[in-house]
């Protein structure tokens, strides 16, 4: 790379990234205003607002732009250019963002030349922003670095490549490996299949907020991913791409219940939904119940499923007998409890009888 001077640029040539790594497709290609509120919220533009306009903006962190014919895209310091454009009048203030408005009203300074790095091209630039957030000391989450990575295969140096070398090209651009890279690019295409549907109707979802690792490691078993219609960990263009079963899985992951739990808990737990989803009558049990523990035990087949029920069973009810010996004092509600227990005890022991009895 070569060196680079620092310049002076007027802050009304200064266009945000339409695809800044940190943000999903529709906030980067929205409206303006959705943009700001998104800043607002998550990015605390607030305090930048006011730092920069009491004390002016800190010439030491220029942002960091790519020409763009007469202007200059700011791949580097989009939420700053807010700050400043805010203060500036440049951009309009959403009427119910009143903080953004007091802070403008009482600041100071308003910066118009704003000291920026320039490149001259955008692979440049991604070069750039790839040493500083992916192998540099200000790491990007991993959900940006696949966004990071998939702009960085668009550019036209790597347009003649296999899907191979692609990767091989691409993990060494990282410092990382193909498979790695694969499988962020792949997991990526399958968290924009689901946003292009609307993450299949799940509530309180955010693509931002949503942990992007727990997708890409679930996509890390094999079972998984034929579950879903992908051809391997490194089928990064998705072309077969299951919809019932890719929600299935969203909704397992993401999907809070009553409880605010999800139905996969945390990854630790993937070992079991790749079980699960291989297994005809484990995966029927998980899609009525979302008991993931209730479907894994059908995996080693309905007769073990039983014989664990049954034993774990007999370990709670032996438990509660040994409490009885630690001179507790039971209450109606603890007999009420221990009927109920009899009874269920009773029809199981029944039925199991029953059962055997018919099968002579």
């Known amino acids: 790379m070569s060196d680079k001077t620092v310049k002076l640029i007027p802050s009304d040539l200064l266009d945000f990234d339409p695809e800044n790594p940190r943000f999903p497709r ?28 009491q ?56 910066p118009d030349n704003i000291p920026c790095l320039v490149f001259d091209e955008h692979a440049e630039v991604l070069h750039y922003l790839g040493y500083r957030h992916i192998t540099g000391v200000k790491a990007w989450k991993p959900l940006a670095k696949a966004r990071y990575l998939h702009r960085l295969r668009q550019q036209p140096m790597y347009s003649q490549l296999s899907q191979d070398d692609l990767l091989v090209a691409l993990a ?33 979802i955010d693509p931002d907020r949503l942990d992007f690792s727990l997708l890409s490691t679930a996509l890390s078993y094999e079972n998984v991913i034929k579950f879903v219609g992908l051809g391997s960990r490194r089928d990064i263009d998705a072309p077969d791409l299951l919809e019932k079963e890719a929600a299935d899985l969203f909704s397992w992951l993401y999907a809070q219940r009553d409880d605010g739990t999800t139905v996969v808990p945390e990854s630790r737990a993937l070992d079991k939904l790749a079980r699960v989803v291989a297994s005809p009558e484990a995966l029927a049990e998980l899609r009525e119940s979302h008991d993931l523990e209730g479907a894994d035990r059908l995996t080693a087949g309905p007769a073990e499923a039983l014989e664990k029920a049954l ?50």
């Not at 980067?28 to 607030?46: H, Q």
């Not at 060494?172 to 689901?194: D, N």
């Open 26 to 53: 529709a906030i980067n290609e929205g409206p303006i205003d959705k943009l700001i509120e998104r800043m607002a919220r998550e990015e605390r533009i607030v305090e930048l607002m006011e730092s920069i306009g």
């Open 55 to 110: 004390q002016g903006y800190f010439p030491g962190e220029p942002l960091v732009a790519v020409r763009n014919g007469e202007r200059y895209i700011v791949a580097e310091g989009n939420r700053r250019l807010a700050a400043i454009k805010l203060l500036n009048g440049q951009l309009p203030i959403p009427p119910r963002l009143k903080s953004l408005q007091e802070a403008k009203d009482q600041a100071k300074e308003h």
């Open 172 to 204: 060494r651009e990282i410092g990382s490996k193909p498979y790695y890279v694969g499988q962020m690019l792949t997991s990526l295409a399958v968290l924009e299949f689901a946003g292009e549907r609307g993450y299949f109707g799940i509530q309180r």
């Open 311 to 360: 034993v774990d069973a007999n370990k709670v009810l032996g438990d509660v007998f040994k409490l009885l010996g630690k001179h507790l004092h039971p209450t109606a509600s603890h007999q009420s409890a221990a009927d109920d227990v009899a009874d269920i005890a009773r029809s199981i022991r029944n039925l199991i009888r029953d059962r055997r009895e018919d099968g002579r």
